[in-house]
């Protein structure tokens, strides 16, 4: 079937009063999963909408300004005028059905961009002809690519002021290869986008009142278009043995062979289409769906997914046949219906109350309703084959990145790893008492979120959510307000500073107190030393002569810890010290195991205070990806930060990556800094790698700060 342009194809499923899909489910030859990726502001969620009016899938286009958009119907979304997650929005195009997963475009949500792309086989990739390539879009182009995930381009906003698609052309070309190929020009007039004209079948494309036409080329851009065409043939049939053979004996394959040729191409990952649209105005739009249709590869045409098994790994074939296999890429908690699980149905076929069993906690999951979204409507089906996409409510035992497989062949698919946080705050509950009600809170949004991380510092005494920026953390924390009802306030984090000595020193601690009967009796002298960073803790009993009865011993070093833990002259814990107890005395009545314990901990403070104590500082590990046009500000910044640049390599896509040791309390906003120095095109990752001193110019800044 060759491409078509301007029908409007309305679904073909039939729907009873129960709003329930009585078809059998889509094979997956008929089906297309397309993930839409692009920077922010590229109008990705607007093109969604457009192409669910386009073929027939809604009759009315909503809008993200005013909250009606299918995709954009979080409350936190239609507030900010902006996608925060994924969200699906399927259509059909004659017998295929397209799931479209809209997401975010704003890097603080980029995660939603790898979460889609586990169910995706194609990531359609939009890019504003005004503002050209961006931050974003590079960073879902290297996604795609790190995952082998085919690409296409859908350039928007043609009709806009200072649009120009020669220009972002040329930009793809340079940065993603050869394999960028245009199958459309746009067809301007007086400044607006009039059609589009189709390189495949030589042919215009026109568009009046909402209709369109085909016709001849304009002659405006006959030429332009002749030249274009003749390379697009040309690289299509490179591919195609047959055709290149026809092709030089001065035959051109018609449409339907290039189509063909193509779509090898785009399932290959070697060509990847260009198409040009208005999505605000609908031209263009009708013909995208169609090329989704057509070029997009199946589940069937892409590469089986490799699991963990029983056997060991083994490819599970996208067959609704074999055995059922999904696996959650994706948790949604709607105060409504509850838990929202959605599903990648990798083998198998789906049916109401099928049963599969978690291969991570081993227990059995009934899946009494399966329903498909659109936005945030659902619509129960009672069949789902293989290589589609399905909701299922009420999965409590369920997480994302759980694999559900058939009882007594347990199966794990490996699911992209989240990106990891970059930014932290502290935060505690407004009302007290309320902690476990806000861990609760936290833990189901990590569940819906996989870029939250939520951890307990004992140290400072701190709970931390960590994300991937500003915006995450504060939506995070409207949701937690919304959903759960928690009211929460933020500190800053506190960075886990600790002390140690630097020369040995030694006191008695004594312990006496007499308060009628059985009185409190214990001394203790230690003798303490430095021992190297990282070095720890030590106790030696070095008594002798029974100055101190072996049953008492283990309450001075008890003392010793605890008094570690409380922290030295700076409030910080004391680390990397040697505790010997050399000598003291007991009284054969009044002692006992707290007298020593106190002993123990008062002889510790005196020493600590004669030993010249420092404050040491974390140092993290900091490696840093960037544009290689950018290094020289980021080793000035890191420079300013007291970083030690280790080494720095060159990477491919004109990139660099510098790995630098850097104080912890350096880099806590570093995330928002980097951002700003990078215009977003730089990215990091910080692990603590080792505590070192801190110098004695900045021990002034922290001196009232402790933890206890």
């Not at 004996?249 to 449409?255: I, Q």
């Not at 502290?426 to 009600?437: L, Q, T, V």
């Not at 506190?494 to 409190?520: M, N, S, W």
């Amino acid at each position: 079937m060759a491409i078509t342009t301007h029908q409007q194809i309305q679904p073909s499923r039939s729907i009873n009063n129960k709003g329930e899909n009585n078809m059998p489910g889509h094979a997956p030859s008929n089906i297309r999963n397309v993930v839409l990726a692009g920077h922010n502001s590229t109008g990705k969620t607007t093109l969604a909408e457009a192409l669910l009016v386009a073929t027939g899938a809604i009759s009315r286009r909503g809008t993200v300004d005013d909250g009606t958009a299918v995709c954009d119907f979080d409350p936190e979304e239609v507030h900010r005028h902006m996608s925060l997650s994924l969200a699906l929005a399927p259509f059909e195009v004659g017998q295929v059905k397209v799931n479209l997963i809209d997401t975010p475009g704003y890097a603080d949500f980029f995660d939603e961009l790898r979460t889609a792309c586990f169910a995706a086989d194609l990531l359609a990739l939009v890019v504003s002809a005004v503002e050209g390539v961006e931050a974003q879009t590079l960073a879902a182009w290297e996604l795609a690519s790190e995952l082998s995930i085919p690409r296409m381009v859908i350039v928007n906003k043609i009709d806009r002021e200072r649009a120009n698609f020669d220009r972002v052309l040329s930009e793809l070309v340079n940065l993603f290869g050869a394999g960028i190929a245009p199958l459309e020009l746009p067809i301007m007039e007086e400044g607006s986008l009039r059609g589009i004209a189709d390189l495949l079948t030589d042919t215009a494309i026109l568009y009046e009142g909402g209709r369109s036409r085909n016709g001849p080329i304009p002659e405006s851009i006959s030429e332009l278009e002749h030249r274009v065409r003749e390379q697009l043939v040309e690289g299509i049939v490179v591919g195609d043995d047959a055709l290149m053979e026809r092709y030089l004996d001065g035959e051109v394959p018609n449409s339907t062979e290039l189509e063909a040729a193509l779509a090898k191409g785009v399932a290959s990952g070697t060509v990847f289409p260009v198409v040009c649209t208005s999505a605000s105005t609908g031209v263009g739009v009708d013909r995208i769906a169609a090329l989704l249709a057509k070029l997009s590869p199946s589940p069937s045409e892409r590469p089986p997914r490799i699991a963990e098994g029983p056997a060991g790994l083994q490819e599970i074939p996208c067959d609704p046949s074999g055995p059922p296999i999904a696996t959650v890429f994706k948790t949604f908690s709607d105060p409504y219906v509850g838990k929202i699980s959605l599903l990648s149905l990798i083998s198998g076929t789906l049916r109401p109350d099928s049963v599969l069993v978690n291969s991570r906690t081993h227990a059995e999951e009934r899946l009494h309703v399966l329903e498909i979204l659109r936005g945030k409507e659902a619509t129960q089906v009672t069949e789902v084959q293989a290589g589609d996409i399905v909701a299922v409510p009420k999965l409590t035992g369920t997480s994302s990145g759980d694999t559900l497989a058939p009882k007594g062949s347990l199966m794990t698919l490996e699911v992209p790893k989240p990106e990891p946080a970059v930014l932290s705050i502290a935060i505690k509950p407004h009302s007290k008492g309320d902690e476990d009600k806000l861990m609760t809170g936290l833990h189901r949004l990590q569940d819906e979120d996989r870029a939250l991380e939520v951890r307990r510092i004992e140290e400072t005494h701190q709970t931390l959510l960590s994300g991937l920026g500003e915006t995450h953390l504060s939506v995070a924390c409207d949701r937690l307000r919304r959903k759960f009802g928690i009211e929460v306030e933020l500190d800053d984090v506190l960075v886990p500073y600790r002390e140690t000595i630097t020369k040995p020193a030694q006191a008695e601690g004594k312990y006496k107190k007499q308060t009628g009967g059985h009185g409190q009796f214990g001394i203790a002298n230690l003798k303490i030393e430095p021992l190297p960073h990282g070095g720890g803790f030590e106790f030696i009993d070095a008594i002798v002569g029974g100055a101190i009865p072996k049953q008492y011993l283990p309450a001075v070093e008890k003392g010793v810890i605890e008094a570690m833990a409380q922290g030295g002259p700076k409030g910080f814990p004391v680390v990397d010290v040697r505790v010997t107890c050399y000598d003291g005395k007991f009284h054969p009545v009044d002692s006992s195991e707290m007298s020593f314990k106190m002993a123990g901990a008062l002889a510790f403070k005196e020493a600590v205070a004669k030993a010249d104590p420092v404050i040491l500082e974390p140092i993290s590990r900091l490696t840093v990806i960037v544009p290689s046009g950018m290094q020289g500000d980021v080793l000035g910044d890191l420079n300013s930060r007291r970083g030690r640049v280790q080494g720095t390599d060159t990477l491919p896509g004109g990139r660099q990556k510098i790995v630098a040791l850097v104080p912890t309390a350096e880099i806590q906003r570093y995330a928002i800094d980097l951002r700003a120095i990078t215009g977003a095109r730089g990215r990091f990752t910080a692990d603590h790698n080792h505590y070192d001193t801190l110098p004695a110019h900045l021990t002034t800044k922290i001196g009232g700060v402790s933890y206890n």
